[in-house]
């Protein structure tokens, strides 16, 4: 079955600290993988696309196929980090009429002062 | 227009009104989608329309009816809808998959309650 996992449901550290959330995937195939983020008030938002290796507000991820994971890090955390973060792999078959992108439950993450 | 927008912001209605969301975009996507998202809980795809055309329905009620009358617009028709529907719809568009421009641009959502 088609599974994604974050297993921090919250996640609290402090200003300046490195941050790392977890996301395992269990898929078949190579799904495509994203990071989504969802601040106070505000809309979703694509934080992190695996496939253009950007490096957006500090944030990286590395996709370790062996692993199935693609954690999100930053290594130094800033107040205005704090949100909800969903790993979210995205999946479509190569007839291209079943595609879907799979939420993860979120880690919600809260960055002291 | 970089932006997906969403109307209404907040609707209440009762379980024998018939309301409609309304969702559009202007960006040139061609795939656009329907989520419901509960509270603290991660948004769940409903409805995937690909070139104007229904791709995915994720075994959603009948009472939930989607409609992409252009490329640009995206709506939701709401019958006889019950109390545990409420929640925030989020609408959200891309590229079509298998263009390379999957990602999502999402609406800030109508926030239903249904009484």
């Known amino acids: 079955a088609q599974r994604v996992t974050q297993p921090e449901k919250l996640l609290s550290v402090f200003k300046g600290a490195p941050v790392e959330l977890k996301c395992n995937y269990s898929?078949?195939?190579?799904?495509?993988l994203f990071w989504y983020v969802q601040y106070s008030r505000q809309r979703l938002q694509l934080l992190l696309r695996?496939?253009s290796r950007e490096s957006i507000k500090g944030f990286t991820a590395d996709l370790n196929k062996g692993e199935t994971s693609f954690h999100l890090k930053k290594p130094f955390a800033q107040e205005e980090d704090s949100a909800m973060y969903y790993c979210?792999?995205?999946?479509?078959?190569?007839?291209?009429?079943?595609?879907?992108?799979?939420f993860g439950k979120g880690t919600l993450l809260t960055v002291n002062p | 227009d970089t932006e997906v927008t969403q109307t209404p912001k907040h609707l209440v209605m009762g379980m024998t009104n018939k309301k409609s969301l309304k969702c559009e975009q202007h960006m040139g996507h061609r795939a656009m989608y329907w989520y419901k998202q509960k509270a603290k809980k991660p948004p769940e795809l409903m409805f995937v329309y690909s070139y104007e055309k229904l791709s995915i329905n994720e075994s959603v009620p009948s009472r939930f009816s989607p409609e992409c009358p252009n490329s640009s617009l995206l709506n939701l028709h709401l019958h006889a809808l019950q109390p545990e529907d409420s929640a925030l719809y989020l609408c959200?568009?891309?590229?079509?998959?298998?263009?390379?421009?999957?990602?999502?641009?999402f609406g800030p959502g109508t926030r239903l309650l249904v009484l």
């Open positions: 898929y078949s195939g190579s799904p495509e």
């Open positions: 979210a792999p995205f999946r479509f078959n190569s007839g291209g009429s079943n595609y879907k992108l799979t």
């Open positions: 695996h496939i």
């Open positions: 959200a568009s891309s590229h079509p998959p298998g263009t390379g421009g999957e990602t999502q641009y």
